[in-house]
Nanobody, 119 residues
Framework: QVQLVESGGGLVQAGGSLRLSCAASGSIFSIGAMGWYRQAPGKQRELVASITSGYSTNYADSVKGRLTISRDDAKNTVYLQMNSLKPEDTALYYC?????????????WGQGTQVTVSS
């Protein structure tokens, strides 16, 4: 079994910064793509940023130039550096990973961490 544990959310003023972390633990042979999603009240969950095992990144248009995804494979961790935050970034943020053990690959979700940006 694999668990993803997120940290780093909180309340910040517009223009401020936060850094989210998500660490995987358990039966891990390798980790493929990692990503961050978010869901605001009354809205669907959307992809914010993703990073492949080859370190290629992809961002939602709304966050380009402000949010940066990175990974540390030695720590089985993905990060989301969030700068120049806006009130519309307020949401519950979830990490997601494709994790392989020696027999199969499954995808896993974190429990979510709240980010609230005040105007």
């Amino acid at each position: 079994q694999v668990q993803l544990v997120e940290s780093g959310g909180g309340l910040v003023q517009a223009g401020g910064s936060l850094r989210l972390s998500c660490a995987a633990s358990g039966s891990i042979f390798s980790i493929g793509a990692m990503g961050w999603y978010r869901q605001a009240p009354g809205k669907q969950r959307e992809l914010v940023a993703s990073i492949t095992s080859g370190y290629s990144t992809n961002y939602a248009d709304s966050v380009k130039g402000r949010l940066t995804i990175s990974r540390d494979d030695a720590k089985n961790t993905v990060y989301l550096q969030m700068n120049s935050l806006k009130p519309e970034d307020t949401a519950l943020y979830y990490c997601h990973m494709f994790v392989a053990n020696r027999r199969q690959t499954n995808d896993y979700w974190g429990q979510g961490t709240q980010v609230t940006v005040s105007s």
